[in-house]
């Protein structure tokens, strides 16, 4: 019986970011499309060559992509909106682009009253990775709008390297799509001939095999998807190439029958995600089926116990011949681990990003084919890893086990209940009606990153780069004050990243020099590596806010990043269950409230931008989830009094099937994303019975538009029509990091004036 490799799929952005750099270049009019598609085709030259030496045997390509992959497969499909003017069919690289960014070159933007906007944006499932939203209108006509898939295939060919194209299921794409007047599943017939017409030509230039992706069938299916599935796989493999059908990201469960008797040649399973799924599918899967099995994880940074793993997979290996992959693409981890000189060589030995695990799949398929013993040093490496990473005192605090032990229901309380803790803040806050705040971060200018690279490169001393944030901090503190905002931020010019500027300062967590993964387009995160049991060494913002708060008399709020983003952003423990890091982290941050309300900061801002996208993919899971979550956030909240006001923000805009969960968390104050849905999202807080107050978001913070004061005041009128003025705050959708100065500030002019009206509206009788 034969074991092969399969990698799935290789991130993308290129070992330093070079994507990021030759888009921005591109972007910017700094370099010709030309100059574009040459750093492209080096990358992925790279990417084969690197597959290649490391012995994967099944090389992808397509998986590259200048945006997203979702949003190639709406090109391929002419999936194009009316608003861009060009017809499907005829698209291009600027097509593309407008579609991703805008004609004005922002996600979700439209410039100053002209422009069309890019499509929606939003997470890959339970992912740290963001994918544009097709869209499709009733009469719309689709066809054939890029030959990327084709000509990526000849590209790796003529590299002399025979790939499986990687292509995102009809299904799948179908089920990410929203329809304007239409269900996309209208299109279901249309977009399977596309597909059979790709499928035939990838298979005129040589194709042997196409792995197509459809994660979907990890998810709660719907009849007519389960109906769409049957009827797309009963098509497909008819057309002369194999398909090997991916699922991950969790398990098959109820589609498990329907998966394993479709007509295709091989089907991959998540087995990290989901490693009790493997003796089902083995029973279930008919002998011909080429099984794929994920072995190594796609979605987190450890090193595989490889003999462990081993058990598990040799008699199987000995009775079918089987793939070896990653649970999912690695676009989901950091390129290469040899890229960190700074990570210690103990913590260096339990991680493996891509590379390395190409490396450890290979070693199990070499185990496989030859023996133990051929790759003995190997595997006892990995054994050594994984025992000396269960004992490490690095890993083991015993302070933290006795502190989250004693937890108790009363530290995860408030000492009263919200009416009366707004009345004692509304005396010491003196704030006016529709007070008016932002969400924290001013712009992260070239200049702001520069001085921290410099810093970072030892080229700008700790004296100098101190001395530069706090000027940065005072111009901005001072321009709050002349704008007429009543409750004000220090701006985040320390903070590289609101949850890697946390890791860095919390102990057990370890971060990267290089270890970056795409978030969307050309941005990315360096998510912190969370090994350890976790402490807060020392005070992480009270300085800056203590010195922010010292240049003027208004309240100036706390920033923190809340346990469930943290956790949910990092890369985390594989050896606790995700909710006890998650009590670990929310202790760590109690300490930080604590600690901020003891300096005499009156109003702390906790933010949870990523409660709502952690939901587990089955809704099944949803409430367990959300209990501890939400446990998490009190935990880290309640040790204060009465008098300090706590604010939470979170800026993805679904939240109408967890209000009881928000609710729960009981803030004084959230700040939410609302003004894409016309504050439509209130609806539900007013039907709940929301009692605390709330700051819809007044402007969308991901697009350079300036709103006018008319149109804010007209946002907070609908606003007033779900909740009472009293509960009603005025502010953004989100923190201002990506924007430029001469955007925010007539925006925020913009919102004070607006706010100031309101003021006047509600004093005058009706
Ligand atoms: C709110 N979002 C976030 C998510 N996850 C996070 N961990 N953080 C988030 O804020 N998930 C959901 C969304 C995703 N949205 C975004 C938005 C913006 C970015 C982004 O801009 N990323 C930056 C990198 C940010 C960072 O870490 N910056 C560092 C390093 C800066 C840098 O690149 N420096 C250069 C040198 C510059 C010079 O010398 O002039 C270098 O190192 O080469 C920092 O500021 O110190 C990006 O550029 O992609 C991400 C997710
Ligand atoms: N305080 C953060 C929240 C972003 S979700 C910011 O303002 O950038
Ligand atoms: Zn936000």
Request: contains cysteine; aromatic residues 8%; proline residues 5%.
């Amino acid at each position: 019986m034969t074991v092969t490799v399969a990698t799935l799929g290789f991130p993308r952005i290129g070992p330093r970011r070079e994507l990021k750099f030759a888009l921005e270049k591109f972007w910017s009019g700094k370099s010709t499309e030309a100059e574009l598609l040459e750093a492209a085709a080096g990358l992925r030259a790279a990417a084969w060559a690197r597959q290649a030496a490391l012995g994967a045997d099944w090389l992808p390509s397509n998986d590259f992509s200048f945006y997203d992959h979702v949003l190639d497969t709406s090109l391929m499909l002419g999936a194009i909106p009316e608003r861009y003017g060009v017809a499907a069919g005829t698209a291009d690289l600027a097509t593309y682009f407008a579609m991703a960014r805008g004609t004005t070159g922002e996600s979700a933007g439209c410039a100053h009253g002209h422009g069309h906007t890019a499509q929606e944006m939003t997470k890959w499932f339970d992912t740290n990775y963001h994918y544009m939203v097709p869209e499709l209108a009733a009469g719309q006509k689709l066809a054939l709008s890029s030959s990327k898939i084709v000509d990526e295939y000849r590209e790796a060919k003529a590299l002399g390297y025979e790939t499986r194209p990687v292509l995102l299921g009809p299904v799948t794409w179908l089920s990410l799509a929203k329809g304007r007047d239409v269900d996309p599943f209208d299109f279901l017939d249309e977009v399977l001939g596309l597909y059979s017409a790709v499928l035939t030509q990838l298979a005129h230039a040589g194709a042997e095999w196409v792995q197509i992706d459809e994660p979907i069938l990890a998810l709660d299916l719907d009849e007519r998807q389960r109906a769409a599935i049957t009827r797309v796989y009963a098509k497909l493999p008819r057309l002369g190439l194999k398909i090997m059908l991916a699922t991950y990201f969790g398990a098959l469960e109820d589609n498990l029958t329907l998966a394993v008797n479709l007509p295709v040649a091989g089907l991959h399973v998540d087995l990290v995600r989901a490693p009790d799924q493997f003796d089902k599918v083995l029973v279930a899967a008919p002998k011909g089926l080429l099984l794929s099995l994920g072995v190594i994880d796609g979605r987190n940074i450890w090193r595989a116990d490889l003999e462990k793993l081993l058990d598990r997979i040799e008699p199987v290996a000995a009775t079918r011949d089987i793939v070896l992959a990653p649970s999912c693409s690695l676009l989901h981890v950091p390129v290469d681990l040899a890229l960190e000189p700074k990570l210690d060589d103990e913590i260096k030995q339990w991680l493996a990003f891509a590379a390395q695990k190409i490396d450890e799949l290979v070693t199990l398929k070499d185990a496989l084919n030859g023996g133990r013993d051929w790759v003995a040093e190997k595997l006892a490496a990995s054994g050594r890893a994984a025992a000396a990473r269960k004992v490490s005192p690095r890993i083991h605090d015993p302070l933290v086990a006795a502190r989250t032990a004693s937890i108790t229901e009363a530290m995860r309380s408030r000492q009263s209940p919200y009416a009366a803790r707004a009345a004692v803040q509304a005396g010491i806050l003196a704030l006016p009606p529709f007070p008016t705040t932002t969400i924290g971060s001013f712009p992260q200018t070239a200049e702001v990153r520069h001085a921290r690279a410099e810093h970072n490169r030892g080229n700008l001393g700790d004296a100098a780069y101190e001395r530069f944030l706090r000027e940065e901090t005072e111009r901005t503190v001072r321009w709050q004050e002349e704008a007429g905002l009543d409750m004000l931020v220090h701006g985040e010019f320390e903070r590289n990243d609101m949850v890697q500027y946390f890791g860095e300062q919390l102990a057990g967590f370890a971060f990267t020099v290089n270890g970056w993964v795409q978030s969307y387009g050309s941005r990315c995160v360096r998510p912190p590596i969370l090994f350890g049991d976790v402490s807060r060494p020392k005070p992480m913002t009270v300085e800056w806010w203590r010195y922010a708060q010292g240049l003027t008399a208004r309240p100036m709020k706390g920033m923190l990043t809340g346990p469930v983003t943290i956790l949910n952003w990092s890369f985390v423990r594989d050896d606790q269950p995700r909710s006890a890091s998650c009590a670990q982290i929310a202790l760590a941050i109690r300490d930080e409230v604590v600690d901020l309300e003891r300096a005499g900061c009156k109003a702390i801002q906790i933010d949870e931008a990523a409660l709502r996208e952690g939901l587990p993919l089955r809704k099944r899971d949803w409430q367990a989830y959300l209990d501890w979550a939400v446990d998490c956030f009190r935990l880290s909240a309640a040790g204060v009094g009465d008098a300090t006001q706590i604010h939470t923000h979170m800026c993805y805009s679904e939240f109408n099937d967890i209000l009881p969960a928000i609710g729960a968390m009981d803030t004084d104050v959230i700040s939410i994303e609302t003004a894409r849905s016309q504050m439509e999202l209130l609806e539900g807080f007013a039907a709940y019975r929301y009692p605390s107050a709330i700051g819809p978001g007044v402007y969308d913070i991901h697009a350079p538009r300036v709103p006018s004061v008319d149109e804010i005041v007209r946002l907070m009128q609908l606003a007033q029509a779900h909740l009472a003025p009293e509960q009603l705050w005025v502010n953004p959708d989100c923190g201002l990091k990506t924007r430029k100065w001469e955007e925010v500030k007539p925006a925020i002019d913009a919102m004070v004036s607006a706010a100031r009206e309101l003021r006047v509206r509600v004093a005058e009788p009706a």
